[in-house]
């Protein structure tokens, strides 16, 4: 019994100074965090220190990057003339229309990781920085390939031809179409996968007898016809039937992706027009879907030299 | 001769005195912090429901025979949640604001929400004195506030605060009620343990867990008793404290909702089953969206792990692991041979392993309960905050008992100390993030800019919008049509009856009809924000590509945006 109750204390004892020691290491930690976190923060000096910077080395073609991607008081901070992407990782974005990165990263905030420098800085055909500005920290990436598309089609809807089940949709003064049924399609910047999407952006009949074709005329081709298409928001979760894209270039099949219930991802689609390089054709798309429910749906596409 | 007097009211013994500090402190600290908070979406509705349910009694004394329809149409307001805790609100807010103009008409109802909290205070300092004196007294509310969560609870005039404290009163009544002298005293205890259920089941439904649970500690700790006795000497055995709550419980909820009263059975049925079929909202969960079952079982223990402050946690981690030792060890000794936990007590020192089981299941039951697959995952830790008292009983009393247990001579400045070490950086915390508290994370996930880049929920409700009021009222052009997101039209009410928003700003229902619009963070529903940039786009010149708008003001919370507004041009002055 006395065996048992001497190990009891012992464990008694350990078991008490492990809890001290643990809370006294935490404690300390803790009060470290708080009392150093506004220094591993910019200041509202430093985000003005960036803003002049930028609005003076800034120029047509180039975008903000933001490493972690939730500092987005650059959006308030920043000039507006350079877009910001807010993305977490760089690697298989397309950075369409973007020849210059400027990445501004918060070097020391906490879980700050250097990923999407690493992303930018494979892509570099130069990099100059970074240059430190307090708390934040600006590289300027120059991209080694850029994605300057000859045709980026939302750009394009207002002189497509759109049609819901055969018949035409009319143009409204605000851009976009008004279609039969209520349908609508705009050009629009909306969420697929959580990130911004500048788009064509419309409804689905939910009647597979009903799709809705929007067809650009006159795209001039280049090496390839590149593109995605998403289910918009919350209800690229919902949905009990699959909703298809088909892509055509004058009539002929260039491409598909398939958006199941449940599919919250911005789908890709790539065709080689190398052969018709150079000349221009009608590119279509049509949106078909077999689920009972309309869905909001997303896509664009770009013709790369 | 008055100070005699006086004296003469306060509670006689120093836990009582302790108990009634604690609650008094409590109160006055969330009324004098309350302002600052936002109005959640449940806030907002629960502002209006509390209104119309105190309008009742005076209708009914207006016109007595309609009683039954003057029932249906003040209780119409959210039926879906019983009325008990906006009944308090109701009348707080009637005396305080409408009949003394003491306060806003927003803290005239968040007053109830107060005396939820003095009382959770006081039950916690009580049973901490109970379990580890004075120190403990001391140490349990303490370690329970000082986690930011729950002391933006406090605050708003909901149901979760309130359930969690009449929960914990209950369970103390429970207990009180075992080891109450038989007779008269056992009897009362029984009844106000029952009475205390009641009032907890009249305010959210999450309390029906409790009789389950209850059964579930007498059944484990009477378990070797009941094997050997006869059914009557079982049936001797049973708690009075269960007929008691069996009798009760539903009286007490039938008395306090009036919406019941048409049909009862049909009604409570109807609301029974919204909460067995209740919707899933998106949750955004380490980078994840939730939206529909199986969940993570990890969900409540991760975010739990990444909200309480670091050196709290561990106490109450320690306070869990030394109450199962303290189980196991009057398993195999007798409650006759255990050893002193608190400072030169005697029947606080006696606590059997009867009370361990109740308070370890107490602390890890509604954490369970969450972490089970096909319950729905959204509103952070409220969800399971009743095991949040427990937890800061246990790792009250377990840093009382490892000061004890190191340094015998000098437990008292050794349990000062680690106090010390676990509360400061969590008021730190605690005062940081005020009134933000649904955006806080711990130093483990690295604070608020931590959890951004682990990808979880960065706030809920709506009622971080608080931040933008004072811009948006300099700001917004007369007449502007506010876009408010997730802020519920109420709380936009609210806010403006007590003069926190301009009384000439419109809501709109969405960015197309909007002037301004105030995006909340929620990535998963950031197509709220994206839809505002397309409507709010200034038309491009031929050849130009739009540009998008940027936000005129934000809410930032260590750098991570909680709130950002847009203007449409001109909207912005």
Known sequence: VNAVRAVRERLARLGALLLAAGVAGLGLYGTRFYSALPERLPSPLDWRAAAALLARDGRPGDAVALAPW????????????????????????????????????????????????????????????????????????????????????????????????????VAVAAGGFRCPGGAAV???????????????????????????????????????????????????????????????????????VELVPG??????????????????????????????????????????? | ???????????????????????????????????AQGIGRDEGVYLVAAESYAAFPGAVVRAPTQALALADRHFAANHEHPPLAKEVYGVTHALLADALRLTSHLEGFRFGAFLFAALLSSVLAAWGWDLAGRAGALLAPALFWAVPRHFYHAHPAALDLPVTALWAATVFAYAR??????????????????????????????????????????????????????????????????????????????????????????????????????????????????????????????????????????????????????????????????????????????????????????????????????????????????????????????LVAAAHTLWPARAGWLTAALAAFALAPAAWSVAHVHPYGTAAYNELAGGAPGAATLGMQRQFWGDDAVGVLDELNAHAIPGARVWWQETARSAVAAWQRDGRVRADLRWAEGPEEADLSIWQYHQEFRDKEYRTWTAFAERPRPGERARLPRPVAGVYLDEVPLVQVYARAGAWR
């Open chain 1, 186 to 256: 705009a050009r629009e910047v909306r969420e697929v996968d959580l990130l911004p999407r500048p788009c064509v952006f419309g409804t689905t009949s939910a009647d597979p007898s009903r799709p809705i074709s929007i067809a650009f005329p006159g795209v001039r081709l280049g090496s390839s016809l590149r593109g995605h298409a998403g289910v918009v928001g919350e209800a690229a979760l919902e949905g009990d039937g699959p909703l298809h894209v088909e892509v055509s270039i004058d009539g002929r099949d260039a491409a598909g």
């Open chain 1, 263 to 305: 599919d919250t991802a911005w789908r890709p689609f790539t065709t080689d027009t190398s052969s018709q390089a150079g000349r221009t054709a009608t590119v279509t798309f049509t949106v078909s879907d077999a689920g009972s429910e309309p869905r909001p749906f997303c896509l664009d596409a770009c013709a790369l030299p």
């Open chain 1, 70 to 169: 939730w500092a987005e008081r650059a959006r308030e901070a920043l000039p507006a003339s350079l877009p910001v992407l807010a993305f977490s990782r760089f690697a298989g974005e397309e950075l369409v229309g973007i020849r210059r990165v400027w990445l501004v990263a918060l070097p020391a905030a906490p879980g700050f990781r250097r990923d999407a420098e690493e992303d930018l800085v494979e892509r570099a055909s130069a990099v100059e920085g970074p240059l430190r500005l307090g708390g934040l920290e600006v590289t300027r990436v120059d991209l080694r390939a850029p994605a300057v598309p000859i045709a980026f089609l939302p750009d394009r809807l207002r002189s497509a031809d759109v049609k819901v089940g055969g018949e035409p949709c």
């Open chain 2, 1 to 35: 001769v008055t100070l005699p007097r006086l004296a003469a009211l306060l509670p006689r013994t120093a836990r009582s005195r302790t108990a009634a500090a604690w609650a008094v402190a409590t109160l006055a600290v969330a009324a004098l912090t309350a302002p």
């Open chain 2, 177 to 398: 009620s075992l080891r109450a002298p038989e007779g008269r005293p056992r009897v009362r205890a029984a009844l106000l343990a029952g009475a205390l259920f009641g009032a907890a089941v009249s305010t959210k439904h999450n309390a029906w867990f409790l009789p389950p649970l209850l059964l579930a500690h007498w059944v484990a700790s009477s378990a070797l008793a009941l094997r050997r006795a006869t059914w009557a000497e079982r049936l001797q055995r049973v708690p009075l404290a269960f007929p008691a709550m069996a009798l009760l419980g539903p009286l007490v909820l039938l008395a306090a909702w009036p919406w019941l009263w048409r049909d009862p059975v049909a009604r409570f049925a109807e609301y029974a089953r919204f909460h067995l079929h209740h919707e899933n909202y998106s949750w955004l969960y380490l980078g994840r969206v939730l939206r529909e079952p199986p969940f993570p079982v990890a969900y409540p223990f991760v975010v739990t792990a990444l909200t309480v402050p670091a050196a709290v946690l561990l106490a109450m981690t320690g306070g869990l692991v030394h109450a199962l030792a303290r189980a196991a060890s009057f398993h195999v000794h007798p409650p006759a041979n255990e050893e002193r936990a608190g400072e030169g007590g005697e029947a606080r020192d006696a606590a059997s392993a009867s009370d361990e089981v109740l308070l370890l299941l107490n602390a890890l039951f509604p954490i369970a309960l969450i972490a089970w697959p096909s319950v729905p995952r959204f509103g952070g830790v409220k969800h399971w905050l009743p095991a949040m008292p427990f937890l800061a009983l246990l790792g009250a009393r377990a």
